[in-house]
């Protein structure tokens, strides 16, 4: 089954942290992909928040820069998604993509809330 599985998401208050992972199953080889986060706030659609091609550059959403790092283990077939200094408008349904040439991957999304 071709699936990729986001955990790590819960309730923190504002200016703490969270670390999302997001595994591959065997299908998905998270180290040919471009890995991505994107995230769905309620009444908003759905936006990029981080993107690491294998060996390219990293790219992030401006309003994540300087506090969100992407990260992968090929080796775990895994994507991080770490988030310090976390504010409310973070709050949404985080998802993890994983883009190939002639397909395209998502996961069930993982919920993030952050409290005033």
């Known amino acids: 089954q071709v699936q990729l599985v986001e955990s790590g998401g819960g309730l923190v208050q504002a200016g703490g942290s969270l670390r999302l992972s997001c595994v591959g199953s065997?299908?998905?080889?998270?180290?040919?992909?471009?890995m991505g986060w994107y995230r769905q706030a309620p009444g908003k659609q759905r936006e990029l928040v981080a993107t690491m091609p294998n060996g390219g550059s990293k790219n992030y959403a401006d309003s994540v820069k300087g506090r969100f790092t992407i990260s992968r283990d090929n080796a775990k077939n895994t994507v991080y998604l770490q988030m310090n200094s976390l504010k409310p408008e973070d709050t949404a349904v985080y998802y993890c993509?994983?883009?190939?040439?002639?397909?395209?991957?998502w996961g069930q999304g993982t919920q993030v809330t952050v409290s005033s």
């Open positions: 065997r299908s998905i080889v998270v180290g040919n992909a471009i």
């Open positions: 993509n994983a883009k190939f040439v002639l397909e395209d991957y």
